[in-house]
């Protein structure tokens, strides 16, 4: 049964809604799937044991009701049961992220793209070899791109990261990849492609050109489409650069909200297609803002519909300037956490990005000549930004945002030091507001990226605060070089340490917080960093903070479900949990450690829906393939 909406998802949803054909998931209805290794994660408590392991589990009206061995449960099958032979494969809790934003990946997932966004559309075109080969053709491709579009209609070029994301924008983190690796390349940088280029190249034609992740370069005419939608300069810094080199904020408005406004239906088809994708990963509930109106509207409209493929709990980032400042708005937003649907809930809120300042110093080590120059700098840059600083304007936002009740949850945040101002207020505003070390727990902070922190000195305030940490597995891969090589050993422990998390009985969580759909990259791969702290240059950094791959599923489903508050629900397979699970190729429990980032998922289902289905196993239990991954001719089409 899903639950009434809220008032507030009524008005914060001030668009009219439109008719979209999006596809139905199909239902399992009453059924039992016996005969494989159904891993509960029944087990809560900070140690590797997973719990139950069972042959068997039944499931009805989206539900589980029981779990036992073959026998147990085949004996509950009545005539109308359907009856599914797992033929000895794994089943494990379907995987919660707790920081994730699709539809911004979504813009740079080739296979979406090309089903949304046809020709008469928007004129999209993709290049997705090197950056090299990309630079060489794109005069080709831009010249041929505003051939084909009509006067006045929106170009959309995309550079991607390659397949291992080894092309990934050397600008996008202050320890990321870029700042090692001689492949990481930023198309962006204003260098190779100019804004007055684009004005001569397409002078009739509102143009954007992206690589990978948030940055874009617009054309005039595309600036003039996004002042008529945000005439407003302070929308996230949407238009503060008009030639959107210099920051990564100006896509994930512009694509949505200004170049999507006059194709809502697409942007549905769009949206929806990229829920599906991710579930194809395993992914079926994460955790984000909901960032732009656009985002707001379309998740709502298909959960009113029932057509919500997974489950997300949002959050706000909207003006936090404005409301935040509003006393009523506060004490309002107190009431808003919680509500919603079973597909689609409020969450809480967050204030600005947290800022790259850090207690640590650079050591002179031989691995420093291998940071780049420019990457250096803005490391170094970096460093003495701290966003909560005492006295500043976000410090005393976030402290009537916390005197008032509410949730701190879904930020971007780096440095260890903006740790200390963040906690300080936390702990300040709270006990000014006369709360006791329980009821501060029971608020669930959370601290999303871990990028550097916590420090080990930092542990036993978040564990009496009851602060949560949303490790980015992202960062493992891609910063833990730049992190060794700039700042030495000891730093390099502090990038997403769940071992240090996990001792301290800290809840954790995962995200990727990246566009993985041009690539080989998997959120199965992703774990499989937690358990080998492996980088992209194949070397391991910080071995001291792996986890077993046990503690590393209960983080990838518990501790989420913990994070989104919706525990009692989701994150484990219990009777009277949603049936929310995943069917693997593999034996987690028992490949070696290096094949976790192979596991393939086979089927996953949310809330007794399949969302997704290969084709092999659709066979054997007489059902289509199902989900994007497979119909728009992913690697799972073929499995």
């Given at each position: 049964?899903?639950?009434?909406?809220?008032?507030?998802?009524?008005?914060?949803?001030?668009?009219?809604?439109?008719?979209?054909?999006?596809?139905?998931?199909?239902?399992?209805?009453?059924?039992?799937?016996?005969?494989?290794?159904?891993?509960?994660?029944?087990?809560?408590?900070?140690?590797?044991?997973?719990?139950?392991?069972?042959?068997?589990?039944?499931?009805?009206?989206?539900?589980i009701v029981h779990l036992g061995s073959n026998a147990q449960i085949r004996a509950m099958a009545g005539p109308t049961v359907k009856l599914i032979d797992l033929k000895g494969r794994t089943v494990v809790p379907g995987l919660i992220l707790s920081h994730e934003h699709p539809w911004d990946w979504n813009p740079v997932e080739p296979p979406l793209l090309r089903k949304a966004l046809t020709d008469d559309v928007v004129v999209t075109r993709i290049l997705e070899n090197s950056p090299e080969e990309n630079l060489k053709a794109f005069p080709g491709v831009l010249a041929e791109a505003v051939k084909k579009a009509k006067p006045g209609q929106w170009i959309y070029i995309l550079f991607t990261d390659g397949k291992s994301y080894e092309y990934a924008n050397a600008s996008n983190g202050g320890l990321g990849r870029g700042n090692l690796d001689p492949k990481?390349?930023?198309?962006?940088?204003?260098?190779?492609?100019?804004?007055?280029?684009?004005?001569?190249?397409?002078?009739?034609?509102?143009?954007?050109?992206?690589?990978?992740?948030?940055?874009?370069?617009?054309?005039?005419?595309?600036?003039?489409?996004?002042?008529?939608?945000?005439?407003?300069?302070?929308?996230?810094?949407?238009?503060?650069?008009?030639?959107?080199?210099?920051?990564?904020?100006?896509?994930?408005?512009?694509?949505?909200?200004?170049?999507?406004?006059?194709?809502?239906?697409?942007?549905?088809?769009?949206?929806?297609?990229?829920?599906?994708?991710?579930?194809?990963?395993?992914?079926?509930?994460?955790?984000?803002?909901?960032?732009?109106?656009?985002?707001?509207?379309?998740?709502?409209?298909?959960?009113?519909?029932?057509?919500?493929?997974?489950?997300?709990?949002?959050?706000?980032?909207?003006?936090?300037?404005?409301?935040?400042?509003?006393?009523?708005?506060?004490?309002?937003?107190?009431?808003?956490?919680?509500?919603?649907?079973?597909?689609?809930?409020?969450?809480?809120?967050?204030?600005?990005?947290?800022?790259?300042?850090?207690?640590?110093?650079?050591?002179?080590?031989?691995?420093?000549?291998?940071?780049?120059?420019?990457?250096?700098?803005?490391?170094?840059?970096?460093?003495?930004?701290?966003?909560?600083?005492?006295?500043?304007?976000?410090?005393?936002?976030?402290?009537?945002?916390?005197?008032?009740?509410?949730?701190?949850?879904?930020?971007?945040?780096?440095?260890?030091?903006?740790?200390?101002?963040?906690?300080?207020?936390?702990?300040?505003?709270?006990?000014?507001?006369?709360?006791?070390?329980?009821?501060?727990?029971?608020?669930?902070?959370?601290?999303?990226?871990?990028?550097?922190?916590?420090?080990?000195?930092?542990?036993?305030?978040?564990?009496?605060?009851?602060?949560?940490?949303?490790?980015?597995?992202?960062?493992?891969?891609?910063?833990?070089?730049?992190?060794?090589?700039?700042?030495?050993?000891?730093?390099?422990?502090?990038?997403?340490?769940?071992?240090?998390?996990?001792?301290?009985?800290?809840?954790?969580?995962?995200?990727?917080?990246?566009?993985?759909?041009?690539?080989?990259?998997?959120?199965?791969?992703?774990?499989?960093?937690?358990?080998?702290?492996?980088?992209?240059?194949?070397?391991?950094?910080?071995?001291?903070?792996?986890?077993?791959?046990?503690?590393?599923?209960?983080?990838?489903?518990?501790?989420?479900?913990?994070?989104?508050?919706?525990?009692?629900?989701?994150?484990?397979?219990?009777?009277?949990?949603?049936?929310?699970?995943?069917?693997?190729?593999?034996?987690?429990?028992?490949?070696?450690?290096?094949?976790?980032?192979?596991?393939?998922?086979?089927?996953?289902?949310?809330?007794?829906?399949?969302?997704?289905?290969?084709?092999?196993?659709?066979?054997?239990?007489?059902?289509?393939?199902?989900?994007?991954?497979?119909?728009?001719?992913?690697?799972?089409?073929?499995?």
């Amino acid at each position: 049964m899903r639950k009434k909406h809220s008032t507030f998802l009524t008005i914060i949803c001030w668009f009219g809604l439109l008719g979209v054909g999006t596809s139905q998931a199909q239902q399992l209805g009453e059924a039992i799937l016996y005969n494989g290794k159904i891993i509960t994660v029944d087990d809560p408590s900070f140690t590797s044991r997973l719990g139950t392991i069972a042959q068997a589990m039944h499931i009805k009206d989206g539900k589980i009701v029981h779990l036992g061995s073959n026998a147990q449960i085949r004996a509950m099958a009545g005539p109308t049961v359907k009856l599914i032979d797992l033929k000895g494969r794994t089943v494990v809790p379907g995987l919660i992220l707790s920081h994730e934003h699709p539809w911004d990946w979504n813009p740079v997932e080739p296979p979406l793209l090309r089903k949304a966004l046809t020709d008469d559309v928007v004129v999209t075109r993709i290049l997705e070899n090197s950056p090299e080969e990309n630079l060489k053709a794109f005069p080709g491709v831009l010249a041929e791109a505003v051939k084909k579009a009509k006067p006045g209609q929106w170009i959309y070029i995309l550079f991607t990261d390659g397949k291992s994301y080894e092309y990934a924008n050397a600008s996008n983190g202050g320890l990321g990849r870029g700042n090692l690796d001689p492949k990481a390349f930023d198309v962006l940088d204003g260098k190779h492609i100019t804004k007055a280029q684009l004005d001569v190249a397409a002078p009739n034609n509102p143009l954007i050109i992206r690589q990978g992740l948030l940055g874009i370069v617009p054309n005039q005419k595309a600036v003039d489409e996004a002042r008529k939608v945000f005439p407003m300069s302070d929308v996230g810094g949407a238009l503060s650069d008009e030639t959107g080199v210099g920051g990564y904020s100006p896509a994930r408005w512009w694509f949505q909200d200004v170049m999507m406004k006059d194709h809502y239906p697409q942007l549905v088809e769009l949206m929806s297609l990229g829920l599906e994708w991710w579930g194809g990963y395993g992914m079926t509930t994460f955790s984000s803002n909901a960032y732009d109106p656009a985002n707001v509207r379309v998740y709502t409209e298909l959960d009113r519909k029932g057509k919500m493929p997974i489950r997300e709990m949002w959050t706000w980032n909207w003006r936090t300037k404005y409301f935040y400042s509003d006393r009523y708005y506060l004490e309002a937003m107190n009431n808003f956490e919680g509500l919603g649907s079973d597909y689609l809930w409020f969450g809480g809120g967050r204030i600005i990005e947290g800022g790259g300042c850090t207690m640590a110093e650079p050591v002179q080590s031989p691995s420093l000549s291998k940071v780049n120059p420019e990457g250096l700098k803005r490391i170094e840059a970096s460093n003495t930004r701290c966003a909560y600083d005492p006295g500043s304007d976000y410090a005393k936002l976030l402290y009537d945002y916390i005197k008032a009740g509410n949730r701190f949850v879904n930020h971007h945040l780096v440095g260890d030091r903006d740790i200390d101002n963040i906690l300080g207020i936390i702990q300040k505003a709270s006990r000014d507001a006369g709360m006791t070390d329980e009821e501060i727990r029971a608020k669930r902070h959370s601290l999303d990226h871990a990028v550097l922190f916590p420090r080990p000195d930092q542990v036993e305030l978040f564990k009496r605060l009851g602060i949560l940490v949303s490790g980015d597995l992202f960062e493992i891969y891609s910063s833990s070089p730049t992190a060794l090589a700039v700042y030495g050993e000891k730093v390099a422990s502090w990038v997403v340490p769940y071992k240090r998390l996990s001792q301290a009985n800290i809840s954790s969580s995962i995200e990727m917080d990246r566009p993985i759909g041009s690539t080989n990259v998997t959120i199965f791969k992703g774990i499989s960093w937690m358990v080998t702290r492996k980088a992209w240059d194949g070397k391991i950094y910080a071995a001291d903070q792996k986890v077993d791959r046990e503690t590393a599923l209960k983080i990838a489903t518990i501790r989420g479900a913990y994070y989104v508050k919706r525990e009692n629900v989701l994150g484990s397979l219990e009777p009277g949990k949603w049936a929310d699970f995943l069917v693997l190729d593999k034996d987690y429990l028992t490949i070696p450690e290096e094949d976790i980032g192979e596991i393939r998922v086979l089927m996953t289902v949310v809330g007794g829906k399949i969302v997704h289905l290969v084709p092999s196993v659709a066979r054997e239990i007489s059902m289509q393939p199902a989900g994007a991954q497979v119909t728009l001719g992913g690697a799972a089409a073929q499995w």
